[in-house]
């Protein structure tokens, strides 16, 4: 099925870029609301102050009377990589700030779900904490932490995902999204969120002069950013000017080999070059890998792989994440194929299909739904929620939206709509995870469906790719591909630039299996350019077309000490 390919629409601004900004680049800037040069320094001196943040002066002289009286403190995470690296951050910050052995506790999916569930807290207890500190999840734990002050736990939530209506009775709450906060960028990651916990926390033990009174050093928060950088980059958010900032500085930081030993055994077992990283790394290499423990085993892997300070234990625990990875991708491949074979019955009945699309096989992982849902969303380019069998009588949904649906308000108003549907929900624009009764499945395929068709425009449905539009013949250079690369980091809503063109095709080739190997001729100018298809549909390439579209990356490939121009192809077809 053919595509349609659009432009960014470039809007008149008032932009202030020198002449040795090439007009290409100007323009791509442009669109994405860049108007001069200073914007991508991306100094730490341009973050936003960890003061605005609502709730942190709270938070903050909880944790530093904590640290000064030797109370234990325990940190309750997320099993993903945002919440993996919210929870080594938080225990390397305090260990490093002298408090006495700062522990930490990630729930198990498959027996306590998500987030500070009465039932985690429970096990909370048996170390009997003074101080207990949600990172990367607490804003909807209203039972949970009820029973943890119950216990007489202090409780400090750190969170990112967008509250409910009643807040937990916490003794703080930071999170950039609730409500009268007035922090600018409400896109910070978890990992993000726990990083300005930790640097007001260092101001406030420094302002009481407990580093000099212990005799110990001020830690260094920049030493922290390559786990922000990580977190925030495999969590998806929108790469907000203060976001960009943040894995900017952390890019630069793994890049000259200034990383935890596990980022960078996880990009070595990635075949990753550290010093040529780029933020999609993170996101495609050393995330996945790190979410493998998460979604089949237990996220206590995952973080001791960040956790620790010796290189061979690194390593050892970064092959381990990377057989769970594949392990995971096996799983994945096999859901893929049966809800690929639901999909194309749709289709061969004539049916159209749901607007709001619901998978579910009571034979699937838990772990791996979120994952399958993501790739049925970019097959049919609808909302897709997967499920799987939790017991006797529960479903668990892993959610995944499209441009123009927020799916938590989509949810919500479902929520509204059929009360008795939900049992818990959570999340925010483009992701998010749910529980109902087995026995509600058809009818909450249905109420998806007529929730999405009441939110989203049907232009909104059609699967269009987005470009900032074609190339002159001299951007096709290494200096311009240099440019692309300094200009990021790219991510969520400030997206790589994407470019798209016709050419002629003079060789193709399949390699390694699954991906197509192409030689172009841009012909204007009769350039020759390598370009590559990471896993093409078999069934259409390799084929005799003289020449196609191409909607592609412009890349540098490295190999053998030469550095040359290599388009990386989103989408092909032959014209």
Wanted: with cysteine; hydrophobic share 45%; net charge negative.
């Amino acid at each position: 099925m053919s595509k349609k390919i659009l432009h960014r629409p470039v809007l008149e601004s008032h932009q202030s870029f020198s002449s040795a900004i090439p007009l290409t680049m100007q323009r791509i800037l442009q669109t994405r609301n860049i108007t001069n040069e200073s914007e991508l320094e991306y100094r730490l001196a341009g973050l936003l102050r960890p003061n605005e943040l609502m709730g942190l002066i709270p938070a903050v002289t909880i944790l530093a009377d904590a640290i000064e009286a030797g109370e234990k403190i325990l940190i309750v995470g997320d099993f993903d990589a945002d919440g993996a690296t919210s929870t080594s951050l938080g225990v390397l910050a305090m260990q490093a700030m002298g408090a006495i052995d700062p522990e930490f506790l990630v729930p198990n999916r498959f027996e306590y779900g998500y987030g500070l569930t009465p039932e985690i807290v429970e096990v909370a207890q048996e170390s009997q904490p003074a101080v207990l500190v949600t990172v990367d999840n607490g804003i909807s734990s209203i039972e949970g932490v009820r029973v943890a002050k119950s216990y007489g736990m202090k409780v400090v939530v750190t969170d990112h995902h967008l509250p409910g209506d009643e807040l937990p009775e916490a003794d703080a709450i930071v999170n950039p999204n609730q409500h009268g906060c007035g922090f600018d960028s409400k896109a910070m990651a978890g990992v993000g969120v726990i990083f300005y916990v930790m640097s007001g926390l260092r101001a406030e033990l420094k302002a009481r002069h407990w580093f000099e009174l212990q005799h110990i050093p001020e830690p260094r928060m920049a030493d922290y950013l390559d786990l922000v950088a990580l977190g925030t980059v495999a969590d998806v958010v929108p790469l907000d000017a203060n976001n960009r900032i943040l894995v900017k500085q952390g890019l630069q930081r793994i890049q000259a080999g200034h990383a935890r030993p596990g980022i960078l055994a996880l990009l070595e077992v990635a075949n990753r070059d550290v010093s040529q990283i780029k933020a999609s790394d993170l996101g495609f290499a050393v995330g996945p890998r790190l979410n493998a423990a998460g979604r089949l085993d237990d996220m206590s892997l995952g973080i001791a792989c960040l956790l620790t300070s010796n290189t061979q234990q690194a390593k050892r625990l970064a092959q381990e994440l990377d057989q769970l990875n594949r392990e995971r991708k096996d799983i994945e491949s096999e859901m893929k194929q049966q809800a690929e074979f639901v999909l194309e019955k749709l289709v061969a009945d004539e049916q159209d299909l749901p607007n709001g699309m619901c998978f579910y096989d009571e034979t699937w992982h838990q772990g791996v739904i979120g994952i399958l849902a993501s790739r049925m969303k970019d097959k049919c380019y609808r909302p897709v929620i997967a499920f799987a069998k939790v017991d006797d009588e529960e479903i668990k949904g892993s959610a995944r939206s499209i441009p123009g649906l927020h799916i938590r308000d989509a949810l919500d108003l479902l929520a509204k709509w059929h009360p008795h549907l939900l049992s818990k929900f959570g999340g925010h624009a483009m992701a998010a995870g749910m529980s109902i009764k087995e026995k509600h499945y058809a009818e909450f395929a249905q109420a998806f469906d007529e929730v999405v068709t009441e939110l989203v425009n049907p232009n909104d449905l059609e699967d269009c790719l987005l470009t900032d539009g074609g190339l002159r013949a001299e951007d096709f250079s290494l200096s311009f591909a240099e440019m692309i690369r300094q200009c990021g980091p790219w991510g969520q809503m400030f997206p790589e630039p994407v470019f798209d063109g016709v050419f002629d095709v003079i060789q193709q080739r399949i390699v390694g299996q699954k991906h197509l190997k192409l030689l172009l001729r841009e012909p204007n100018e009769g350039l020759l350019l390598d370009a590559i298809a990471f896993f093409i549909d078999l069934t259409l390439w390799p084929n005799n077309a003289e020449q196609a579209r191409v909607v592609f990356k412009l890349d540098i490939n490295e190999f053998r000490g030469q550095r040359n121009i290599q388009l990386l192809v989103d989408y092909i077809e032959a014209v």
